[in-house]
């Protein structure tokens, strides 16, 4: 189990392709049923996917060289969130979108990204842009989860989830129509969360995407990780760093 996920053997990297590619199916299939609620098949399938989702974790664990360590990581606490989601469809059906706490974890896990830099140029090139990216979807995912949880019963302006969606997106860029509000204090405070919150996120996805381009390499010097395109020395210490192109 531990070569299956630390080796570099060939079958052990087309074995973490398999499980990457079964967490990029769960993620669309997340996103594609979002506002398919109260139907009994999703249940069936969310219990199922939660299932395989708790399988993976529980060999991950055990194949952790230090499991307790990683068992307490926050990490770890992110995707049990999102795994009781799938597993635990009672906690109400606006919960389910804290399936998409699933996509920050994988992201972040040192495997993914680097078989994602080795098989994907695009995400070598542009990996902040896609990371600040990811963590703004998930945020708006999870913040329309949470106005809907806690405003459809008692806010007529809240029906369904596309109201929800609808004034997270609105509360985000800091647009607000007004149309929709959440009344009491819990709502306002909810609002300023995600206004704070969007201001932080959408100024960290437009400098990842307007900062000038560089590439991710370690100086075996002095560390240094971020560098020009064509930088044959080092900014910090002037090592020479030997950048791999793509061949062109």
């Not at 860029?173 to 201001?199: H, K």
């Not at 100086?219 to 080092?234: F, I, N, T, W, Y």
Request: proline share 4%; charged share 20%; net charge positive.
């Amino acid at each position: 189990m531990r070569s299956l996920y630390e080796d570099d053997t060939p079958g052990a990297r087309r074995a973490r392709d398999v499980l990457l590619g079964t967490d990029i199916a769960i993620l669309v299939f997340v996103i594609a049923t979002s506002f398919a609620h109260g139907q009994a098949w999703l249940e069936v399938v969310d219990g199922l996917l939660g299932a395989l989702l708790l399988a993976e974790l529980a060999a991950r664990l055990f194949a952790s060289r230090a499991p307790r360590r990683d068992l307490l990581n926050p990490w770890t606490w992110v995707d049990m969130v999102a795994i009781a989601s799938f597993l635990a469809p009672v906690t109400g059906e606006a919960f389910g979108f804290l399936r998409a706490l699933r996509l920050l974890r994988v992201l972040r896990l040192f495997r993914v990204l680097e078989r994602l830099r080795e098989i994907w140029p695009v995400f070598r090139r542009n990996e902040e842009a896609v990371m600040a990216a990811a963590n703004l979807a998930v945020f708006i995912f999870v913040m329309t989860g949470m106005v809907y949880a806690t405003q459809h019963r008692s806010n007529p302006h809240i029906a369904n989830y596309a109201d929800a969606l609808y004034f997270t997106i609105t509360s985000l860029t800091t647009t607000g129509f007004g149309d929709i509000t959440l009344p009491g204090t819990t709502g306002r405070m909810l609002s300023v969360v995600i206004m704070l919150a969007g201001v932080t996120l959408f100024l960290r996805l437009a400098q990842a995407l307007f900062r000038p381009s560089k590439v991710r390499h370690d100086c075996p010097s002095c560390g240094l990780m971020r560098h020009e395109p064509d930088a044959v020395h080092c900014k910090a210490c002037g090592v020479v760093l030997n950048i791999p192109d793509e061949g062109h």
